[in-house]
Protein backbone atom coordinates (compact mmCIF):
# COMPACT_ATOMS: atom_id res chain seq x y z
CA UNK A 1 0.00 0.00 0.00
CA UNK A 2 0.82 3.30 -0.88
CA UNK A 3 0.01 6.33 1.22
CA UNK A 4 0.53 10.01 0.76
CA UNK A 5 0.50 11.41 4.06
CA UNK A 6 -0.45 14.96 5.05
CA UNK A 7 0.38 16.76 8.20
CA UNK A 8 2.22 19.04 10.62
CA UNK A 9 5.55 17.56 11.28
CA UNK A 10 8.06 18.60 14.71
CA UNK A 11 9.60 21.38 15.10
CA UNK A 12 6.14 22.99 14.06
CA UNK A 13 4.36 23.60 17.50
CA UNK A 14 1.56 21.61 17.61
CA UNK A 15 0.20 18.53 19.27
CA UNK A 16 -0.85 17.21 15.85
CA UNK A 17 2.88 17.32 14.96
CA UNK A 18 4.02 15.18 18.12
CA UNK A 19 1.24 12.64 17.22
CA UNK A 20 2.28 11.88 13.76
CA UNK A 21 6.24 11.58 15.06
CA UNK A 22 4.68 8.90 17.08
CA UNK A 23 2.87 7.23 14.53
CA UNK A 24 4.92 7.36 11.67
CA UNK A 25 7.98 5.06 12.49
CA UNK A 26 5.12 2.00 12.92
CA UNK A 27 2.77 3.18 9.81
CA UNK A 28 5.91 3.20 7.61
CA UNK A 29 6.35 -0.25 8.30
CA UNK A 30 3.64 -1.52 7.35
CA UNK A 31 3.10 0.93 4.12
CA UNK A 32 5.22 3.01 2.16
CA UNK A 33 4.46 6.10 2.99
CA UNK A 34 5.42 9.86 1.78
CA UNK A 35 4.67 13.02 3.97
CA UNK A 36 3.97 16.27 2.69
CA UNK A 37 4.43 19.44 5.01
CA UNK A 38 4.65 22.66 5.46
CA UNK A 39 8.42 23.71 5.73
CA UNK A 40 9.89 20.29 4.51
CA UNK A 41 12.97 21.69 4.56
CA UNK A 42 12.65 22.77 8.53
CA UNK A 43 11.28 19.10 9.69
CA UNK A 44 13.42 17.49 11.99
CA UNK A 45 16.67 15.62 10.36
CA UNK A 46 15.55 12.50 12.73
CA UNK A 47 12.14 12.54 10.40
CA UNK A 48 13.73 13.73 7.18
CA UNK A 49 16.47 11.22 7.34
CA UNK A 50 13.39 8.30 8.32
CA UNK A 51 10.61 9.20 5.30
CA UNK A 52 10.44 11.28 2.57
CA UNK A 53 9.17 14.28 3.30
CA UNK A 54 8.16 16.69 0.66
CA UNK A 55 6.65 20.36 0.75
CA UNK A 56 2.65 20.39 0.09
CA UNK A 57 3.15 22.29 -2.87
CA UNK A 58 4.62 19.82 -4.68
CA UNK A 59 1.68 17.22 -4.83
CA UNK A 60 0.67 16.81 -7.89
CA UNK A 61 -2.40 14.19 -7.24
CA UNK A 62 -2.93 10.59 -5.73
CA UNK A 63 -3.56 9.48 -9.51
CA UNK A 64 -0.60 10.76 -11.03
CA UNK A 65 1.97 9.74 -8.28
CA UNK A 66 0.15 6.63 -7.68
CA UNK A 67 -0.88 6.75 -4.20
CA UNK A 68 -3.66 3.91 -3.19
CA UNK A 69 -4.29 6.54 -0.56
CA UNK A 70 -4.43 10.20 0.74
CA UNK A 71 -4.35 10.65 4.43
CA UNK A 72 -4.78 13.94 6.22
CA UNK A 73 -4.69 15.24 9.62
CA UNK A 74 -7.21 17.93 9.86
CA UNK A 75 -7.17 20.17 13.05
CA UNK A 76 -8.79 23.65 13.47
CA UNK A 77 -5.54 25.60 13.81
CA UNK A 78 -5.33 27.45 10.30
CA UNK A 79 -1.64 28.11 10.44
CA UNK A 80 -0.79 24.22 10.25
CA UNK A 81 -4.12 23.19 8.42
CA UNK A 82 -5.37 25.80 5.73
CA UNK A 83 -2.99 24.46 2.91
CA UNK A 84 -3.74 20.38 3.72
CA UNK A 85 -7.67 21.51 3.98
CA UNK A 86 -7.13 22.89 0.38
CA UNK A 87 -5.67 19.42 -0.85
CA UNK A 88 -8.01 17.45 1.17
CA UNK A 89 -11.17 18.98 -0.49
CA UNK A 90 -9.53 18.41 -3.63
CA UNK A 91 -8.03 15.18 -3.38
CA UNK A 92 -10.69 13.17 -0.85
CA UNK A 93 -9.31 10.61 1.06
CA UNK A 94 -9.25 9.49 4.71
CA UNK A 95 -9.02 12.30 7.31
CA UNK A 96 -7.70 11.90 11.12
CA UNK A 97 -10.44 14.39 12.38
CA UNK A 98 -8.21 15.84 16.00
CA UNK A 99 -10.75 18.56 16.43
CA UNK A 100 -14.70 17.97 16.57
CA UNK A 101 -15.07 21.96 16.14
CA UNK A 102 -13.72 23.63 13.35
CA UNK A 103 -15.56 26.69 13.91
CA UNK A 104 -12.69 28.96 14.39
CA UNK A 105 -10.84 27.42 11.39
CA UNK A 106 -13.43 28.86 9.51
CA UNK A 107 -13.78 31.94 10.97
CA UNK A 108 -9.96 32.39 10.14
CA UNK A 109 -10.19 31.36 6.73
CA UNK A 110 -13.20 33.25 6.05
CA UNK A 111 -14.77 35.97 8.29
CA UNK A 112 -11.45 37.24 9.38
CA UNK A 113 -10.84 37.99 6.10
CA UNK A 114 -14.13 39.60 4.73
CA UNK A 115 -15.39 36.25 2.81
CA UNK A 116 -19.11 36.56 4.28
CA UNK A 117 -20.69 35.14 1.99
CA UNK A 118 -18.16 32.44 1.92
CA UNK A 119 -18.86 32.12 5.12
CA UNK A 120 -22.88 31.94 4.97
CA UNK A 121 -22.55 29.64 2.06
CA UNK A 122 -20.54 27.06 4.29
CA UNK A 123 -23.32 27.58 7.47
CA UNK A 124 -26.07 26.69 4.39
CA UNK A 125 -24.08 23.52 3.57
CA UNK A 126 -23.84 21.98 7.10
CA UNK A 127 -27.12 23.34 8.87
CA UNK A 128 -29.64 24.95 5.91
CA UNK A 129 -31.88 27.64 6.89
CA UNK A 130 -31.17 27.43 10.38
CA UNK A 131 -27.07 27.73 10.11
CA UNK A 132 -27.72 31.08 7.54
CA UNK A 133 -30.11 32.92 9.74
CA UNK A 134 -27.49 32.09 12.94
CA UNK A 135 -24.76 33.18 10.50
CA UNK A 136 -26.60 36.82 9.76
CA UNK A 137 -27.51 37.34 13.27
CA UNK A 138 -24.14 37.10 14.99
CA UNK A 139 -22.55 39.04 12.17
CA UNK A 140 -24.74 41.89 13.08
CA UNK A 141 -24.18 41.51 16.55
CA UNK A 142 -27.13 40.57 17.34
CA UNK A 143 -25.98 37.06 19.38
CA UNK A 144 -22.48 35.19 20.01
CA UNK A 145 -21.08 33.23 17.18
CA UNK A 146 -22.56 29.44 18.19
CA UNK A 147 -19.12 28.17 17.94
CA UNK A 148 -20.24 25.18 20.15
CA UNK A 149 -24.09 24.44 18.12
CA UNK A 150 -22.50 24.57 15.06
CA UNK A 151 -19.21 22.92 14.89
CA UNK A 152 -18.57 23.11 10.78
CA UNK A 153 -16.79 20.18 10.87
CA UNK A 154 -19.44 18.90 7.93
CA UNK A 155 -17.47 19.18 4.73
CA UNK A 156 -15.05 17.80 5.83
CA UNK A 157 -16.98 14.98 7.13
CA UNK A 158 -18.45 14.46 3.84
CA UNK A 159 -16.20 15.47 1.35
CA UNK A 160 -13.59 12.25 3.26
CA UNK A 161 -14.14 8.86 2.06
CA UNK A 162 -13.21 8.05 5.62
CA UNK A 163 -13.02 9.78 8.74
CA UNK A 164 -10.14 8.59 12.27
CA UNK A 165 -11.45 10.10 15.31
CA UNK A 166 -9.81 9.08 19.35
CA UNK A 167 -12.88 8.61 20.86
CA UNK A 168 -16.09 7.01 20.97
CA UNK A 169 -18.29 9.97 21.43
CA UNK A 170 -16.57 11.83 18.70
CA UNK A 171 -17.43 8.68 16.45
CA UNK A 172 -20.77 8.90 17.33
CA UNK A 173 -21.44 13.04 16.61
CA UNK A 174 -19.57 12.41 13.24
CA UNK A 175 -21.70 9.76 12.30
CA UNK A 176 -24.76 11.45 13.40
CA UNK A 177 -23.85 14.40 10.76
CA UNK A 178 -22.38 12.53 8.43
CA UNK A 179 -24.45 8.95 8.05
CA UNK A 180 -22.52 8.08 4.61
CA UNK A 181 -19.15 8.53 5.70
CA UNK A 182 -17.06 5.25 6.67
CA UNK A 183 -16.17 6.88 10.82
CA UNK A 184 -13.53 4.31 12.64
CA UNK A 185 -12.64 5.30 16.40
CA UNK A 186 -8.56 4.95 16.77
CA UNK A 187 -6.56 5.48 20.00
CA UNK A 188 -4.14 8.10 19.97
CA UNK A 189 -0.15 6.63 19.37
CA UNK A 190 1.08 6.95 22.95
CA UNK A 191 4.93 5.83 23.20
CA UNK A 192 5.41 4.70 26.71
CA UNK A 193 9.38 5.94 26.99
CA UNK A 194 11.66 3.87 29.77
CA UNK A 195 12.28 5.89 32.58
CA UNK A 196 15.81 7.48 32.37
CA UNK A 197 15.53 9.63 34.89
CA UNK A 198 13.40 8.94 38.46
CA UNK A 199 11.30 11.28 39.67
CA UNK A 200 13.67 13.26 42.24
CA UNK A 201 16.38 13.17 39.74
CA UNK A 202 13.41 14.53 37.21
CA UNK A 203 12.78 17.45 40.04
CA UNK A 204 16.76 18.04 41.05
CA UNK A 205 17.23 18.87 37.43
CA UNK A 206 14.22 21.36 37.67
CA UNK A 207 15.23 23.38 40.82
CA UNK A 208 12.77 21.27 43.55
CA UNK A 209 14.28 19.52 46.40
CA UNK A 210 13.35 15.91 46.82
CA UNK A 211 10.51 16.55 49.33
CA UNK A 212 8.56 18.85 47.44
CA UNK A 213 5.43 18.09 46.17
CA UNK A 214 4.47 19.09 42.35
CA UNK A 215 1.48 19.29 40.79
CA UNK A 216 1.22 20.53 36.87
CA UNK A 217 -1.06 21.60 33.78
CA UNK A 218 0.52 20.59 30.69
CA UNK A 219 -0.56 22.52 27.24
CA UNK A 220 -1.94 25.49 25.77
CA UNK A 221 -3.63 27.48 28.46
CA UNK A 222 -7.22 29.05 28.07
CA UNK A 223 -10.42 29.45 30.35
CA UNK A 224 -11.57 26.17 29.04
CA UNK A 225 -8.83 24.07 30.76
CA UNK A 226 -9.97 25.33 33.92
CA UNK A 227 -6.69 26.19 35.37
CA UNK A 228 -8.12 29.19 37.27
CA UNK A 229 -10.44 26.19 39.64
CA UNK A 230 -7.31 24.25 39.87
CA UNK A 231 -4.77 27.04 41.31
CA UNK A 232 -7.84 28.27 43.61
CA UNK A 233 -7.46 24.95 45.30
CA UNK A 234 -3.60 24.36 44.87
CA UNK A 235 -3.67 28.31 46.72
CA UNK A 236 -5.94 26.44 49.43
CA UNK A 237 -4.20 23.26 49.60
CA UNK A 238 -0.75 24.71 50.22
CA UNK A 239 -2.00 25.65 53.67
CA UNK A 240 -1.79 22.15 54.70
CA UNK A 241 1.39 21.26 52.66
CA UNK A 242 3.86 24.68 52.21
CA UNK A 243 5.96 22.01 49.66
CA UNK A 244 3.93 21.99 47.07
CA UNK A 245 4.71 23.85 43.64
CA UNK A 246 2.58 24.25 40.11
CA UNK A 247 3.79 23.99 37.40
CA UNK A 248 1.95 25.31 34.13
CA UNK A 249 4.40 24.07 31.24
CA UNK A 250 2.42 25.58 28.03
CA UNK A 251 1.77 28.46 26.22
CA UNK A 252 -0.75 30.63 27.61
CA UNK A 253 -3.89 32.00 25.13
CA UNK A 254 -3.16 35.84 24.31
CA UNK A 255 -5.45 37.95 26.61
CA UNK A 256 -5.95 35.48 29.37
CA UNK A 257 -5.29 37.31 32.67
CA UNK A 258 -3.45 34.85 34.17
CA UNK A 259 -0.53 36.60 36.33
CA UNK A 260 -3.81 38.71 37.33
CA UNK A 261 -5.19 35.76 39.36
CA UNK A 262 -1.66 34.65 40.59
CA UNK A 263 -1.38 38.06 42.40
CA UNK A 264 -5.02 37.42 43.41
CA UNK A 265 -4.22 34.40 44.91
CA UNK A 266 -1.04 35.17 46.44
CA UNK A 267 1.18 32.98 44.55
CA UNK A 268 4.28 34.07 43.43
CA UNK A 269 7.56 31.77 43.65
CA UNK A 270 5.10 28.49 44.13
CA UNK A 271 4.03 28.53 40.62
CA UNK A 272 6.44 28.43 37.78
CA UNK A 273 5.22 29.50 34.39
CA UNK A 274 7.64 27.72 31.70
CA UNK A 275 5.47 28.61 28.27
CA UNK A 276 5.87 26.27 25.30
CA UNK A 277 8.63 23.80 26.01
CA UNK A 278 10.67 21.42 24.14
CA UNK A 279 10.99 18.03 24.26
CA UNK A 280 13.68 17.51 27.28
CA UNK A 281 12.41 19.93 29.22
CA UNK A 282 8.54 18.74 28.84
CA UNK A 283 9.55 15.18 29.74
CA UNK A 284 11.59 16.06 32.60
CA UNK A 285 8.18 18.25 33.86
CA UNK A 286 6.27 14.83 33.56
CA UNK A 287 8.10 12.88 35.31
CA UNK A 288 8.66 15.28 38.21
CA UNK A 289 5.15 15.58 38.82
CA UNK A 290 2.99 14.37 41.45
CA UNK A 291 -0.08 14.94 40.52
CA UNK A 292 -1.76 15.92 36.76
CA UNK A 293 -4.46 18.53 36.07
CA UNK A 294 -6.19 17.89 32.97
CA UNK A 295 -9.97 19.87 33.57
CA UNK A 296 -11.68 20.63 30.36
CA UNK A 297 -15.04 22.43 30.03
CA UNK A 298 -16.92 23.13 27.94
CA UNK A 299 -14.70 20.79 25.16
CA UNK A 300 -15.29 20.26 21.77
CA UNK A 301 -14.90 16.45 21.95
CA UNK A 302 -11.60 16.37 21.38
CA UNK A 303 -9.14 14.08 23.46
CA UNK A 304 -6.08 15.24 25.15
CA UNK A 305 -2.58 14.24 24.36
CA UNK A 306 -0.92 15.56 27.01
CA UNK A 307 -3.56 13.82 29.35
CA UNK A 308 -2.11 10.73 27.91
CA UNK A 309 1.22 11.93 28.44
CA UNK A 310 0.64 12.31 32.23
CA UNK A 311 -1.18 8.85 31.79
CA UNK A 312 1.70 6.97 30.08
CA UNK A 313 4.24 8.14 32.76
CA UNK A 314 1.99 6.64 35.61
CA UNK A 315 0.82 9.90 36.92
CA UNK A 316 -2.82 10.42 38.85
CA UNK A 317 -4.56 13.31 36.83
CA UNK A 318 -7.62 15.18 37.50
CA UNK A 319 -10.40 15.21 34.18
CA UNK A 320 -13.59 16.43 33.95
CA UNK A 321 -16.13 14.10 33.59
CA UNK A 322 -17.87 15.34 30.61
CA UNK A 323 -17.65 14.17 26.75
CA UNK A 324 -14.85 11.77 25.44
CA UNK A 325 -13.00 11.83 29.29
CA UNK A 326 -15.88 9.65 30.50
CA UNK A 327 -14.72 6.87 28.44
CA UNK A 328 -11.39 6.37 30.54
CA UNK A 329 -11.25 4.21 33.24
CA UNK A 330 -12.38 5.00 36.59
CA UNK A 331 -9.56 3.58 38.20
CA UNK A 332 -6.88 5.13 35.79
CA UNK A 333 -8.04 9.05 36.69
CA UNK A 334 -9.82 11.27 39.15
CA UNK A 335 -13.16 12.10 37.51
CA UNK A 336 -14.57 15.84 38.79
CA UNK A 337 -17.76 16.74 37.74
CA UNK A 338 -18.51 20.38 36.25
CA UNK A 339 -20.76 22.68 37.26
CA UNK A 340 -21.58 23.98 40.73
CA UNK A 341 -19.15 21.13 42.39
CA UNK A 342 -16.29 21.20 40.61
CA UNK A 343 -14.41 23.54 42.83
CA UNK A 344 -14.53 21.55 46.00
CA UNK A 345 -14.15 18.22 44.29
CA UNK A 346 -10.49 19.56 42.91
CA UNK A 347 -9.75 20.66 46.29
CA UNK A 348 -10.89 17.72 48.08
CA UNK A 349 -9.33 15.23 45.51
CA UNK A 350 -6.22 17.65 45.43
CA UNK A 351 -5.41 17.44 48.95
CA UNK A 352 -5.98 13.77 49.04
CA UNK A 353 -3.31 12.55 46.59
CA UNK A 354 -0.86 15.22 47.94
CA UNK A 355 -1.53 13.48 51.23
CA UNK A 356 -1.23 9.68 50.43
CA UNK A 357 1.33 9.02 48.12
CA UNK A 358 0.32 5.00 47.69
CA UNK A 359 -2.99 6.89 46.04
CA UNK A 360 -1.02 8.51 43.82
CA UNK A 361 0.86 4.82 43.14
CA UNK A 362 -2.29 2.51 42.58
CA UNK A 363 -3.85 5.33 40.21
CA UNK A 364 -0.69 6.05 38.06
CA UNK A 365 -0.24 2.04 37.34
CA UNK A 366 -3.58 2.16 36.21
CA UNK A 367 -3.19 4.93 33.98
CA UNK A 368 -0.02 3.13 32.68
CA UNK A 369 -1.98 -0.07 32.28
CA UNK A 370 -4.92 1.56 30.12
CA UNK A 371 -2.03 3.38 28.09
CA UNK A 372 -0.06 0.05 26.88
CA UNK A 373 -3.49 -1.67 26.15
CA UNK A 374 -4.83 1.17 24.03
CA UNK A 375 -2.68 3.53 22.81
CA UNK A 376 0.92 1.33 22.04
CA UNK A 377 2.12 2.93 18.83
CA UNK A 378 2.34 -0.36 16.71
CA UNK A 379 -1.10 -1.44 16.95
CA UNK A 380 -2.64 2.03 16.38
CA UNK A 381 -0.72 1.68 13.01
CA UNK A 382 -2.49 -1.28 12.49
CA UNK A 383 -5.76 -0.33 12.95
CA UNK A 384 -4.76 2.36 10.88
CA UNK A 385 -4.14 0.08 7.96
CA UNK A 386 -6.88 -1.97 8.43
CA UNK A 387 -9.53 1.17 7.80
CA UNK A 388 -7.75 2.50 5.31
CA UNK A 389 -7.78 -1.00 3.35
CA UNK A 390 -11.49 -1.04 4.52
CA UNK A 391 -12.25 2.17 2.69
CA UNK A 392 -10.05 1.10 -0.36
CA UNK A 393 -12.46 -2.02 -0.64
CA UNK A 394 -15.39 -0.30 -0.17
CA UNK A 395 -15.22 2.89 -3.13
Known sequence: MKIAYFSPLPPQETGIAEYSANLLPHLARKARVTVFTDRASQVKPSLRDRFSVRGLDGFTGPLHERFD????????????????????????????????????????????????????????????????????????????????????????????????????????????RCPRTRVRYIPQPVPVASESITDREAKARLGFEPDDLLVGSFGHVAPSKRVDVALRAFARARRSFPNAHYAIVGGVMEGYELSSLLDELGLGEEVCLVGYADDAIFHTYLRAVDVGVNLRYPTHGETSATLLALMAAGKPVLVSRVDAFVEL?????????????????VETWLLALLEDRDMRCQIGRSALDYVQSECEPEAVAARYIDFIQQVLNEV
Open 69 to 176: MCLYHMGNNLCFHESIYDILLRYPGVTTLHDLNLHSFYGELLMKRGRLAAYMREMAYAYGTAGVHHARQAHSGLMPYGVERYPLFERVGRVSLGVIVHSQYARRVVAS
Open 329 to 345: PDAACVKIDVGTEEQSQ
